[in-house]
């Protein structure tokens, strides 16, 4: 049973990074360029053991970001926002997935200011995915109980076209 989720899993989702989690987005497919807009972003543990996934608080190239690429194939990334939070609540960003087992969080993307913002060009067709490469730190893995790691490395969602108008 397990075995036909992750194929089917996989086939919808992409393809499942070496330590086996897929990358997820949805958003609206059509979006206008003065207003924000609300990505949802999932993350499915394909692998055999269970893992801690750390939804970033960090939008940056070594965080979680963005990517949109134009008909010409020019790379657009999302702004860089460090977003405060306390040291009490730091593991509350560390969600434990069970094999098989997904989560979803929302993020505004929006004007440049306090939200994360993707600055295109203008109106046309873009490839938007999501790109995780978070930084970890070594107390990290306070957050992590009953044997499961952390899990780290890179990894892409599957594009998804959206329309600027």
Excluded at 47 to 73: E, I
Excluded at 142 to 163: D, L, M, Y
Aim: proline share 6%.
């Amino acid at each position: 049973m397990i075995a036909l989720l992750v194929a089917v899993l996989a086939m919808f989702a992409g393809t499942a990074s070496e330590s086996g989690v897929v990358l997820q987005i949805d958003a609206p497919r059509v979006v206008d360029t003065v207003t924000h807009f609300t990505v949802s972003f999932t993350v499915t543990n394909l692998g055999p053991d269970g893992v801690y996934f750390k939804q970033p608080w960090k939008w940056a190239t070594n965080g979680l970001y963005l990517q949109a690429t134009d008909a010409a194939g020019k790379v657009y990334e999302s702004s860089t926002v460090l977003f405060d939070i306390s040291t009490e609540t730091r593991c509350t960003f560390f969600k434990a997935l069970g094999a098989g087992d997904s989560f979803t969080f929302r993020e505004s993307i929006g004007p440049p200011g306090h939200l994360p913002s993707l600055p295109l060009p203008g109106a046309g067709r873009y490839r938007l995915k999501w790109v995780y490469d978070v930084k970890h730190y070594d107390d990290e893995s306070a957050c992590a109980v009953g044997g499961w790691p952390v899990w780290r490395g890179r990894a892409t969602s599957p594009e998804i076209e959206i329309v600027v108008r």
